[in-house]
């Protein structure tokens, strides 16, 4: 018995450290969300599961781009956060592998892509932000149309994303062609009319909050939890909705085709698309409005949405159009002025 405890203690030792080894075998994310809303999340995960987590941002289009690049060797297991529209053209880019957690079966079908390519985490709606001061000088009341913002009061001084970059300005353009019945022509010409008033579109879709908080400029088209933020750091700026109706984002997850740690990116998935994670918004006062039927949205949040015209963004239109779209955009609305 005096031999054997020596070699049982030998092998309970080598047992610990294989599981300390698998314990410390990092996840490895892209999150199109920003850091302050990503973290914090990761963070809950790590606690429920002991799996760390190491993550990059990247706006929209820079980590489609590089899933996209990386596809014949990934680098990451999990792509977390960001617009339905990306994640519908990865589809196209055959980067996903199909899964569906537990909570598949209870999402409403907009919320999650039928063979489990991606599965929504949140619903992430358009609004227009504009700074109170901007409108008390220019006497103008906060802005409930879309026409509202092709006033002349606005020149050069609205601020929104970049479209090569941001799924928020993705959104945002689909958004019009939803408007316009999906009349291109008749979108496009509203772009370029409004282009006369955009100071500059920023890389990121929140990358225009804080010059609009400041008074560096008049207004934008954000995400809501962006804006809604940007409100929360005690700048004077007003939310409000054009009466034709604003387009919303499911914001998504989605498994990496070729993840080098496949079980445990499954495992980040079913915590991503459940109330475990999504009953964690309000307490980080993080303004997405939950995907799980099992999580109320927060009443503060609720209020800011109460009485708006929300659609949601067909996710197949705009995964098949996505790219082509852009490509317009770029040709025919950044040269406009």
């Known amino acids: 018995m005096r031999l054997l405890r ?27 969300w920003p850091e302050n809303y990503a973290r914090p999340m990761f963070q809950e995960f790590e606690k429920q599961t002991a799996i760390k987590v190491n993550f990059l941002r990247f706006s929209s289009g820079e980590a489609l781009a590089r899933v996209i690049a990386e596809k014949n060797n990934p680098r990451i297991d999990v792509l977390f956060g960001g617009p339905v529209e990306t994640f519908a053209a990865g589809i196209k880019e055959g980067i996903f592998e199909a ?6 079966a209870k999402l409403p079908a907009r919320f999650k892509q039928v063979d489990g390519q991606w599965t929504a985490i949140a619903d992430d709606p358009l609004v227009f932000m504009t700074n109170a001061a901007f409108l008390k000088t220019n006497n103008l009341q906060p802005p409930a149309s879309w026409g509202d913002l092709l006033n002349p009061a606005y020149k050069n001084s609205l601020q929104m994303a970049d479209a090569r970059t941001s799924g928020t300005a993705v959104t945002r353009i689909f958004s019009v062609l939803e408007v316009y019945e999906r009349n291109e022509d008749k979108a496009f010409d509203y772009l370029k009319k409004l282009r006369q008033n955009v100071q500059v579109y920023t890389k990121s879709g929140g990358g225009g909050t804080l010059p609009v ?5 008049g207004g934008g088209i954000f995400f809501i939890v962006d804006a809604l933020e940007t409100k929360a750091k005690g700048y004077d700026v007003v939310i409000s909705f054009p009466k034709e109706g604003i387009g919303s984002s499911a914001e998504a997850i989605a498994l990496i085709k ?8 499954k495992k980040l ?28 949205t927060d009443p503060a949040l609720a209020e800011v949405l109460k009485g708006a015209k929300i659609f949601p963004i067909d996710d197949e239109y705009a995964g098949a159009n996505r790219k082509r779209i852009i490509e317009r955009w770029v040709k025919e609305v950044l040269p406009a002025q």
């Open 6 to 32: 020596p070699a049982l203690l030998a092998l309970a030792g080598w047992l610990a450290g294989i599981a300390v080894a698998h314990a410390a075998d990092p996840l490895n994310v892209y999150t199109i």
């Open 269 to 296: 998935i079913d915590f991503a698309t459940s109330a475990a994670m999504q009953s964690k918004f309000s307490e980080y006062k993080v303004n997405f409005v939950p995907a799980s039927p099992d999580v109320k």
């Open 99 to 104: 899964y569906k957690s537990p909570s598949f």
């Open 258 to 265: 070729g993840a080098k740690n496949p079980e445990s990116a």
């Open 213 to 217: 908080g400041l008074g560096q400029a």
